[in-house]
């Protein structure tokens, strides 16, 4: 699970230069996990993405059924940014 959990973090920081085709393949081989650990990852990846990338995240969550958990992760600094 850890090594899982560190194959989806470990862009973090890439900011525009993430491999999103990449990231977005761990996430859907381990989008369906009840791991708690396994979706804060997934959200924490897509919300660091979501601030070089916001259409491809809201575009990504709105198309696969992710853990709620992952959902609002990702979408956390995107509706930080509307409501400013």
Known sequence: MWLNRSAILFQLKYKKQTDQALLFAYIEEHMDSKEFF??????WSLRE???????????????????????REGLKWINKQQNQ
Not at 38 to 43: D, S
Request: glycine letters at 4%; a positive charge; charged letters at 15%.
């Open 38 to 43: 396994l979706q804060k990852a997934i959200g």
């Open 49 to 71: 993405l979501s601030k070089t990338s916001p259409n491809t995240v809201i575009n990504f969550i709105d198309l696969h059924p992710l853990a709620p958990l992952s959902k």
